[in-house]
């Protein structure tokens, strides 16, 4: 059975930083592009940050990229998403999803909440 499970959301000043981690499990990780989405209230989902099955490579949504990194531990069956100097703009549910390299299969966590506020 698949699970891909997420961590590390929570309340956060602004300016602060969170490591969210997803654990998948149920499927060949290393055969599975990796990317991180979020969800803000009232707002349609968007995509935060891909990582390519080896790691080797990663890609981002426009202003992102210079405060989000993305990153898979392969041993651990693991992607991150390390945030730092978080707006309150960032507020929303994240979630990870993986994509089989080879064909259209998809799956979804269940999300966490990153909420940024004082």
């Known amino acids: 059975q698949v699970h891909l499970v997420e961590s590390g959301g929570g309340l956060v000043q602004p300016g602060g930083s969170l490591r969210l981690s997803c654990v998948a499990s149920g499927f060949t990780f290393r055969q599975y592009f990796m990317s991180w989405y979020r969800q803000a209230p009232g707002k349609e989902r968007e995509l935060v940050a891909t990582?390519?099955?080896?790691?080797?490579?990663?890609s981002y949504a426009d202003s992102m990229e210079d405060r989000f990194t993305i990153s898979r531990d392969n041993a651990k069956n693991t992607v991150y998403l390390l945030m730092t100097s978080l707006k309150p703009e960032d507020t929303a549910v994240y979630y990870c999803k993986a994509a089989f390299r080879f064909g259209n299969i998809e799956y979804w966590g269940q999300g966490t909440q990153v909420t940024v506020s004082s």
């Open positions: 990582i390519i099955p080896s790691g080797d490579s990663t």
